[in-house]
C-alpha cells in the first residue's frame, strides 16, 4: 500500500533557530513530491520535486529529494513566528490520468519568540 | 496569478436543508477538485474533474453531488448531509500533463446541525 510518513509530527523551536522535517514514502511508480504550509486555511504551495538530488530554494526555504532512499527533507533558516503552520508532504503516483495525492499526517512547528 | 476562490466562507446547515459550494480559477487550469478536511488530518480526495469530466470519485456518499459547468468552475451540491460532514472542505486546480503542483482555495468551513 502506498503511504507517506511525515517526521517528526510535532516540533516547537526558538525564533533563529534551524530546523528540518523529514518525508519518507513508499510510492509505486513515483512521480513527484509536493511541501504544502497551512496554516489555519488552506495548504500553500511551497515546492514540487521530481529529481534527485537537486535542491529547490524560495528565500529561507529549501528541500531537496533523495529517490534512492525514497525521502526528502525541508530545511527552514532563521525560523520565524510566521513560519508557524503545520507542514504537510504529499507523493503524486505516476498513474496516467489519476491525480490523487498521497498525503503524510503533517509536522506541526510552532516558533515562539 | 494563482488564485482559487471559494464561497461561502462559513456556511451552517441543517440536515434538511440542500446548499451548494462554489469554486472559481482562472488559472486555464483543465482539472479541479474537492477535498474534505478535518482538525488534525491531511486533505482527503472527494472528487476530480479533469477537462470538465468527473475522472475520480473516492466512494463518496450521494448526498455530496459535484458539478463542472465550464472550466473555470466547480460546485459541490449538498443535500442531507449528517454532522459528521462537519469540515473545510476545500477546492484546488492543477493543469493538465505532467505537472501536478495543485492550488488550494480557502476553503469553506461547513457545519452541518
Known amino acids: 500500500e502506498d503511504k507517506v510518513v511525515q517526521s517528526p509530527l510535532s516540533l516547537v523551536v526558538h525564533e533563529g533557530d534551524t530546523v528540518t522535517l523529514n518525508c519518507s514514502y513508499e510510492?509505486?511508480?513515483?512521480?513527484?513530491l509536493l511541501w504544502y504550509k497551512q496554516e489555519k486555511k488552506a495548504p500553500t504551495f511551497l515546492f514540487m520535486l521530481t529529481s534527485s538530488g537537486i535542491e529547490k530554494k524560495s528565500g529561507r526555504l529549501s528541500s531537496i529529494l533523495d529517490k534512492k532512499e525514497l525521502f526528502s527533507i525541508l530545511n527552514i533558516t532563521a525560523t520565524q513566528t510566521g513560519d508557524s503552520a503545520v507542514y504537510l508532504c504529499?507523493?503524486?503516483?505516476?498513474?496516467?490520468?489519476?491525480?490523487?495525492?498521497?498525503w503524510g499526517l503533517g509536522t506541526s512547528l510552532a516558533v515562539n519568540p | 496569478d494563482t488564485e482559487v476562490t471559494q464561497t461561502p466562507k462559513h456556511l451552517v446547515m441543517g440536515m434538511t436543508n440542500k446548499k451548494s459550494l462554489k469554486c472559481e480559477q482562472h488559472m486555464g487550469h483543465r482539472a479541479m477538485y474537492w477535498y474534505k478536511q478535518k482538525a488534525k488530518k491531511p486533505p482527503e480526495l472527494m472528487f476530480v474533474?479533469?477537462?470538465?469530466?468527473?475522472?475520480i470519485n473516492e466512494s463518496v456518499p450521494s448526498r455530496f453531488s459535484p458539478e463542472c459547468p465550464n472550466s473555470s468552475l466547480l460546485n459541490l451540491h449538498l443535500h442531507a448531509l449528517q454532522p459528521e460532514d462537519s469540515a473545510l472542505y476545500l477546492c484546488?486546480?492543477?493543469?493538465?500533463?505532467?505537472?501536478?503542483?495543485?492550488?488550494f482555495g480557502p476553503g469553506t468551513r461547513l457545519t452541518v446541525t
Open positions: 504529499a507523493v503524486s503516483p505516476n498513474a496516467g490520468n489519476n491525480r490523487k495525492l498521497i
Open positions: 474533474y479533469s477537462y470538465e469530466k468527473l475522472s
Open positions: 484546488a486546480s492543477s493543469q493538465t500533463g505532467n505537472s501536478n503542483e495543485q492550488y
Open positions: 510510492v509505486t511508480n513515483f512521480r513527484s
